[in-house]
């Protein structure tokens, strides 16, 4: 079956930095496109990020020059570089797979919904001083 598990949120202060992993399990991420998404209190849940299988990334504009998505394959796991964290940044992230890059990318191109009933837990990310 297959598992996403998003881990690696916690408090931090502005400024500070953090490494969000997505860790797979039940299938292989080589042929996935993964996308990083948040969902702050009482806000829709949006798109930051994603990578496709061949590693093509994109952000959205909100995080563009401070988050950075990356994949390790061989870990089946794809991580989020998050630098110079904002109060706005404060939010619990997700992580979602599709085999088509252009359904959850373009989703963060264009900061439209993003369609998936196979949602985890999330990590939280709380920032303040």
């Known amino acids: 079956q297959l598992q996403l598990v998003e881990s690696g949120g916690g408090l931090v202060q502005p400024g500070g930095s953090l490494t969000l992993s997505c860790a797979a399990s039940?299938?292989?991420?080589?042929?996935?496109?993964i996308g990083w998404f948040r969902q702050a209190p009482g806000k829709e849940r949006e798109g930051v990020s994603c990578?496709?299988?061949?590693?093509?990334?994109v952000y959205a504009n909100s995080v563009k020059g401070r988050f950075t998505i990356s994949r390790d394959n061989a870990k089946n796991t794809v991580f989020l570089q998050i630098n110079g964290l904002k109060p706005e940044d404060t939010a619990i992230y997700y992580c979602?797979?599709?085999?088509?890059?252009?359904?959850?990318?373009?989703?963060?191109?264009?900061?439209?919904?993003?369609?998936?009933?196979?949602w985890g837990q999330g990590t939280q990310v709380t920032v303040s001083s």
């Open positions: 039940g299938f292989t991420l080589d042929d996935y496109a």
């Open positions: 990578i496709s299988g061949g590693g093509k990334t």
């Open positions: 979602a797979a599709d085999q088509w890059s252009r359904v959850i990318c373009g989703t963060v191109v264009t900061a439209t919904p993003y369609e998936y009933n196979n």
